[in-house]
C-alpha cells in the first residue's frame, strides 16, 4: 500500500503492476470553496493555495484507519506530509516504510541542519544553501499533522528498518550514506523509476518534427516543471537571455491553474516571438519532456532543479543549465555542479536572475567549445552508469521491502 500526498492516476500505475497484492490507495481530501475538486494536487496549483491543500490532505486522516482496517495491508509507504500514517499503522501492528522523492542530498543537508544546528557546517563545502535561499523548517510543523518534534522533512524514525529514496548511488552515494547515519536507517536507492518515454504521445509530433531539424546538441530545452511558476519579471529576463545568446531553444511557460491568461504571447516582450521565430519555439502548459531530452539536438537543460526534472536530466545525459527557485532546489543545483554535469546562472545581489547571466550559461553549455565538451563528456558518463545499475537497485528496493514484510508476517 502506498499512501501519497497527491492524487493520482490509479489506471496507469496499475496498467505496470503485475503483482495483485500491491494496493494503491487515494484518500478523499475535502472539498471546500477555496479548494475545488480540480486543485486536489500540487500540479498547476497557485502558490498561495498550497498550505490549503496540505491543511486539507491533513483532514484525510480520519478515514485512514478504516482503510487499512479495509485493506489489511502488509506494508504502508508514505512520505512526509503524513507522520500521522505511520502512526496509526503502527498501532494495528503494519510496518511503515518512509519514501523521499526529493533526492538525499537535500533530505541529508537540512537533516544535519536540524540535528547539528546551523552552527555546524555540512560536510561539503559544495552543498549549501545563501541566506536568502534557507527554508525555514518551523512553517512546515505547523502545517503537517502529527510531526511532534521528528525531522519534519523525513519523520525517518517512524520507518521501519530502512529509508527509500528516488536517487542512484552513483549520484548520491555520500549523502545517502551520511543520511543513513544521521537517521540511523540504511537508506536504500530506487533508481530513477522513470517511465517509457513512448508513453508521451499527446501533440508531440509538430515539437519532435521541428526539433529534428537541428544539430546535434544544438538546442535547448527550457522548462520549471508543473509547480513552479515563472513572474513576468523572470520571463522577460530569460527571454532576454535567449536573445543575447546563440541556442536553439524549446521553452514550455506554464501557468497556475484557473489563472486568467489569454495567450504566453502576452506575457513575451513584444517582438520576442518574431526575433526568435528561426531558432526557438514556446510552448504553452505541456511538451513531452522525456522525448525532448533524449533527442540527440538537445545540449542542455534550463531547469529549475526539482529532482524528477534532475533525475531526467542525469538519466538522459543532458547538462543542466540551474535556476533553482526555492526550498530544495538550490541544493540540487549544486549537486549537479559538483558532480561536473551542470552549471547554474548567477544572480545579482539582490538574488535576482538576470539576462545576461542567463546567455552566459547558455552560452557556456552549448557554444563555448572547451567547457562544453568536458560537461557532456561527464553527463554521457553518469547517464550509463545510471542506466546500468538501475534494475539492480530497483530489485534490491523491492527485496528490502519484501524482507521487512516476511519479518511482520504472522504465522496463519
Excluded at 536507492?189 to 518534427?209: K, Q
Aim: contains cysteine; hydrophobic residues 40%; aromatic residues 8%.
Amino acid at each position: 500500500m502506498y499512501l501519497c500526498s497527491t492524487p493520482l492516476n490509479l489506471d496507469s500505475i496499475k496498467k505496470d503492476l503485475s503483482d495483485e497484492s500491491i494496493k494503491l490507495v487515494q484518500l478523499h481530501v475535502p472539498t471546500t470553496p477555496e479548494l475545488p475538486p480540480e486543485m486536489h494536487t500540487t500540479k498547476n496549483l497557485p502558490p498561495n493555495l498550497i498550505s490549503a491543500l496540505v491543511k486539507a490532505f491533513q483532514m484525510s486522516s480520519s478515514s485512514f484507519s478504516e482503510i487499512l482496517n479495509s485493506i489489511k495491508p502488509d506494508l504502508l509507504i508514505y512520505d512526509f506530509f503524513q507522520p500521522w500514517a505511520p502512526k496509526i499503522a503502527s498501532s494495528k501492528g503494519v510496518p511503515s516504510v518512509f519514501f523521499s522523492i526529493s533526492g538525499a542530498t537535500s533530505l541529508c543537508y537540512y537533516h544535519h541542519m536540524y540535528t547539528m544546528g546551523t552552527g555546524s557546517p555540512f560536510p561539503s563545502r559544495d552543498i549549501y544553501l545563501l541566506d536568502h535561499e534557507i527554508f525555514d523548517i518551523s512553517i512546515a510543523y505547523t502545517l503537517i499533522k502529527d510531526a511532534d518534534q521528528d525531522f519534519v522533512f523525513g519523520n525517518l524514525s517512524l520507518s521501519t528498518d530502512i529509508v527509500l529514496g528516488t536517487s542512484c548511488r552513483v549520484v548520491e552515494e555520500k549523502y545517502m550514506d551520511y543520511l543513513s547515519v544521521l537517521s540511523k536507517k540504511r537508506v536504500v536507492a530506487t533508481g530513477p523509476l522513470l517511465g517509457d518515454a513512448s508513453d508521451e504521445h499527446e501533440g508531440d509530433s509538430e515539437i519532435m518534427n521541428w526539433l529534428s531539424g537541428k544539430n546535434q546538441c544544438s538546442t535547448i530545452y527550457i522548462s520549471f516543471g508543473s509547480e513552479c511558476f515563472l513572474s513576468k519579471e523572470q520571463i522577460a529576463e530569460i527571454a532576454k537571455g535567449l536573445l543575447l545568446c546563440n541556442a536553439n531553444f524549446i521553452w514550455v511557460i506554464r501557468f497556475p491553474l484557473g489563472e486568467k491568461t489569454t495567450s504566453v504571447e502576452e506575457e513575451l516582450p513584444a517582438g520576442f516571438l518574431e526575433t526568435v521565430k528561426e531558432r526557438g519555439i514556446v510552448i504553452p502548459g505541456w511538451a513531452p519532456q522525456r522525448k525532448i531530452l533524449a533527442h540527440p539536438s538537445i545540449g542542455g537543460f534550463v531547469s529549475h532543479c526539482g529532482w524528477n526534472s534532475m533525475t531526467e536530466s542525469m538519466y538522459f545525459g543532458v547538462p543542466i543549465i540551474a535556476m533553482p527557485m526555492r526550498v530544495e532546489q538550490p541544493l540540487n543545483a549544486r549537486l549537479a555542479v559538483e558532480a561536473g554535469v551542470g552549471v547554474e546562472v548567477k544572480k545579482d545581489g539582490k538574488g535576482h536572475y538576470m539576462g545576461e547571466e542567463v546567455a552566459r550559461a547558455i552560452n557556456k553549455v552549448i557554444v563555448e567549445k572547451e567547457f562544453y565538451e568536458g560537461k557532456r563528456d561527464r553527463s554521457k558518463r553518469l547517464s550509463e552508469k545510471i542506466k546500468e545499475n538501475a534494475e539492480q537497485e530497483m530489485n534490491e528496493a523491492a527485496e528490502q521491502l519484501l524482507r521487512i514484510c516476511m519479518k511482520n508476517k504472522k504465522p496463519v
